[in-house]
């Protein structure tokens, strides 16, 4: 079993509480603009690229605002903004100031974070979740014998953007989800982060599962090799999972 060896720093950075991300209003008019007229609007507004991933048709840009002290994460698909989010700012990872106050930090210990057999991974991707719709619409009514307005309510899915943190200590481990992988009818959780049961920290792939409530317990599939990362559960979610230096041309973990 081998693990890589997270700096307890970038540990703290990447498992600060502003993990969640949060919509970017002085960008958000460019969700749905060109790649390349995009890139000159955000350069105009302060916007400098770092770094970037690619999650299966989606490419995932990261850039840092100096003047706000703000990262943020583009997501282009076909030519095209998808998606702005404004996102914490470890994911620009040579950007200052991320560190929070010792007293509201939900960093891991210092002892935890220098452990040779610790990995801290954040994941970008996407998924389904199930969803209800409540639809207005005219119904034959055979009693009154006329059409009536009514609400059709219909189920679905609907796809989203989302990031995922794990930590990993050893033999256990913890993981943060974004809200959109949050149902509404959860228990067991820490301020975003769930334990991980039945962790399985292999050469090449890492295996565990989390419980959010009693009916609703999604199971974790890593590879190591290609930093791909499946979540399987009523709300599935798939993506890439990166540490350290993603510009180092190294394995990835």
Not at 124 to 152: A, C, F, I, L, T
Not at 202 to 218: C, E, F, H, V, W
Request: aromatic fraction near 8%.
């Amino acid at each position: 079993m081998r693990h890589a060896l997270i700096p307890a720093a970038f540990a703290a950075a990447f498992a600060s509480s502003s993990a969640v991300a949060q919509s970017a209003p002085d960008v958000e008019d460019l969700v749905g603009a060109r790649a390349a007229g995009g890139e000159t609007q955000l350069l105009s507004r302060g916007y400098v690229s770092r770094h970037s991933t690619v999650v299966r048709d989606q490419r995932f840009t990261f850039c840092w605002n100096e003047r706000m002290q703000r990262c943020i994460s583009v997501s282009t698909v076909d030519g095209r903004y998808a998606a702005i989010l404004g996102v914490p700012q470890a994911n620009c990872s040579d950007s200052p100031g991320i560190n929070e106050p010792a007293e509201h930090s939900t960093a891991p210990h210092a002892a935890e974070a220098s452990d040779p057999q610790s990995l801290v991974l954040v994941c970008y991707g996407s998924g389904n979740r199930p969803m209800v719709n409540s639809q207005p619409n005219y119904v034959w009514n055979d009693s009154s014998h006329k059409w009536e307005w009514r609400n059709q309510v219909t189920s679905g899915t609907e796809g989203f953007n989302s990031d995922v943190q794990i930590e990993l200590y050893g033999d256990h481990g913890r993981i943060h989800l974004g809200p959109k992988l949050v149902p509404p009818i959860h228990s067991g959780g820490d301020h975003g982060w769930w334990n991980l049961e039945n962790l399985v920290v292999g050469r090449d792939q890492i295996t565990a599962s989390y419980r959010l409530n009693g009916m609703n317990k999604p199971k974790i599939t890593v590879d190591r090799r290609t930093g791909l990362i499946t979540v399987k559960a009523m709300t599935d979610f798939s993506g890439r999972c990166d540490v350290g230096n993603w510009g180092n041309g190294q394995r990835r973990f």
